[in-house]
């Protein structure tokens, strides 16, 4: 790219960076549509109906920590009165009716189905109530996040959020084409990749987690606008932006290597999906 074009969109930058934390989420989550798509119909073809489980049952590590993210807050709140009433990690079920004596939560999946639950009690209208419920409810998205990071270190040796893209600063360009770090086992990428699949599968909040969030996130989100409006106003503008950017430019990194691994397993199972249709 020539030097005047690079001169003319420099102004935009940050924005584009911003801009493809959107655009990779969207392709994320049609790659992710279209594999599940295939494995359905890999399911299908040689089991018939009991073959459209296979995707949930693939997906049973990150149901599993998706349903325990929730736990672990629950445990966090027990000071404030919150506590545990069953737990199920992974269970493919008819969804059943939510409990009238405290907040069910459900991992995600279609709405016939239930993978999983937390039931827990906690006292009625206290501040910390809505703090916990809310906290409980995004937690998959942490817990997943943490997982994501750790599985991406021990696949590649790598920082999930430089990657092999950082070391490009300080070494030829020829280590930036590397997937493993030098010195790196490369049997770690045996199950990684298949572990980082179904921990991202199963990072999103389901519906029934966003609505027992909704008043906390509701709250996040009017502070959130506060702060960045306050700090408009005072002239830190170009320091928030410059934040901003950094931060967006990172979640950049992460989404591109998990639409590259998409791919990479979207295209073994359309190959797959050939297979069983002769």
């Given at each position: 790219?020539?030097?005047?074009?690079?001169?003319?969109?420099?102004?935009?930058?940050?924005?584009l960076?911003?801009?493809?934390?959107?655009?990779?989420?969207?392709?994320?989550?049609?790659?992710?549509?279209?594999?599940?798509?295939?494995?359905?119909?890999?399911?299908?073809?040689?089991?018939?109906?009991?073959?459209?489980?296979?995707?949930?049952?693939?997906?049973?590590?990150?149901?599993?920590?998706?349903?325990?993210?929730?736990?672990?807050?629950?445990?966090?709140?027990?000071?404030?009165?919150?506590?545990?009433?069953?737990?199920?990690?992974?269970?493919?079920?008819?969804?059943?009716?939510?409990?009238?004596?405290?907040?069910?939560?459900?991992?995600?999946?279609?709405?016939?189905?239930?993978?999983?639950?937390?039931?827990?009690?906690?006292?009625?209208?206290?501040?910390?109530?809505?703090?916990?419920?809310?906290?409980?409810?995004?937690?998959?998205?942490?817990?997943?996040i943490?997982?994501?990071?750790?599985?991406?270190?021990?696949?590649?040796?790598?920082?999930?959020?430089?990657?092999?893209?950082?070391?490009?600063?300080?070494?030829?360009?020829?280590?930036c084409?590397?997937?493993?770090?030098?010195?790196?086992?490369?049997?770690?990428?045996?199950?990684?990749?298949?572990?980082?699949?179904?921990?991202?599968?199963?990072?999103?909040?389901?519906?029934?987690?966003?609505?027992?969030?909704?008043?906390?996130?509701s709250?996040?989100?009017?502070?959130?606008?506060?702060?960045?409006?306050?700090?408009?106003?005072?002239?830190?503008?170009?320091?928030?932006?410059?934040?901003?950017?950094?931060?967006?430019?990172?979640?950049?990194?992460?989404?591109?290597?998990?639409?590259?691994?998409?791919?990479?397993?979207l295209i073994?199972?359309?190959?797959?999906?050939?297979?069983?249709?002769?």
């Amino acid at each position: 790219m020539s030097s005047d074009i690079l001169t003319q969109i420099g102004p935009y930058k940050p924005w584009l960076i911003m801009a493809g934390v959107l655009l990779l989420f969207i392709l994320l989550r049609l790659t992710r549509k279209g594999l599940r798509q295939r494995v359905d119909e890999i399911g299908y073809r040689l089991f018939r109906e009991r073959g459209l489980l296979i995707w949930f049952w693939l997906n049973a590590p990150g149901v599993i920590l998706h349903e325990l993210s929730h736990a672990l807050v629950v445990v966090l709140f027990a000071p404030f009165g919150f506590r545990i009433t069953s737990i199920t990690l992974f269970r493919i079920k008819p969804m059943g009716q939510r409990a009238s004596n405290g907040r069910v939560v459900k991992s995600k999946g279609p709405q016939s189905l239930q993978l999983g639950e937390v039931q827990y009690v906690r006292p009625q209208g206290r501040f910390m109530s809505h703090i916990g419920d809310g906290l409980s409810g995004i937690a998959p998205l942490f817990g997943g996040i943490a997982m994501l990071t750790l599985l991406y270190w021990v696949a590649t040796g790598y920082n999930l959020w430089t990657g092999p893209i950082g070391a490009c600063q300080t070494h030829s360009s020829a280590l930036c084409l590397q997937i493993l770090r030098p010195d790196w086992p490369w049997w770690t990428l045996i199950f990684a990749p298949y572990l980082i699949l179904t921990v991202t599968s199963e990072l999103w909040p389901s519906s029934q987690d966003w609505r027992g969030a909704r008043w906390f996130v509701s709250g996040f989100i009017i502070l959130i606008a506060g702060i960045i409006g306050l700090l408009w106003y005072t002239g830190y503008a170009t320091i928030m932006l410059q934040v901003a950017t950094s931060v967006s430019l990172r979640i950049d990194i992460a989404l591109l290597i998990l639409f590259l691994l998409d791919l990479g397993f979207l295209i073994i199972a359309e190959l797959l999906v050939q297979l069983v249709r002769r």
